[in-house]
């Protein structure tokens, strides 16, 4: 089991100014950050990071959306990190994540839900690999 993670600010929390209060939330649950940038996606870095989403019907807008703005990038560690962050973030719905959870607190609906979290010890492996080399990550 790794003890990174990979998570991502999306366009709809930094345009509302959450991004210092998501990772303040973030370090307050023991998380170190290992990695971190600010960057703005073009449409075919936002295409290729969710290419294994390339079939499903939200692709497009998807892809719109997180090409729509400033995101920060940041490769997290903790033990049991991939699903103390889920956990962390809450439900993709944020009307159906717990309180106290970053999606509830900052996520306004399933297409705008504030942060990405890495699903599994693998994609949190291809996912900071895809935004950071070895030479970013402490």
């Known amino acids: 089991m790794s003890n990174r993670t990979f998570t991502m600010i999306k366009p709809d929390a930094m345009k509302k100014g959450y991004a210092g209060k998501i990772l303040d939330q973030i370090l307050q ?4 950050i290992v990695a971190l940038k600010q960057l703005h996606l073009s449409t075919a870095q936002a295409g290729a990071f969710y290419a294994v989403h390339k079939e499903r019907p939200f692709y497009g807008e998807l892809v719109e959306f997180m090409s729509s703005g400033v995101i920060i990038a940041a490769i ?7 699903s103390d962050f889920r956990k962390l973030i809450g439900a993709t719905d944020p009307s ?8 509830k607190l900052y996520a306004s609906s399933v297409g705008e ?5 890495s699903d ?3 994609n949190a492996l291809i996912e900071g690999a895809f935004f950071f080399s070895g030479l970013e990550q402490y």
């Open 96 to 103: 159906k994540a717990d309180e106290g959870t970053i999606r």
């Open 120 to 122: 599994s010890d693998e």
């Open 76 to 82: 997290l560690e903790k033990e049991n990190a991939v």
């Open 29 to 32: 649950s023991g998380f170190r």
């Open 113 to 117: 839900n504030a942060v990405h979290g």
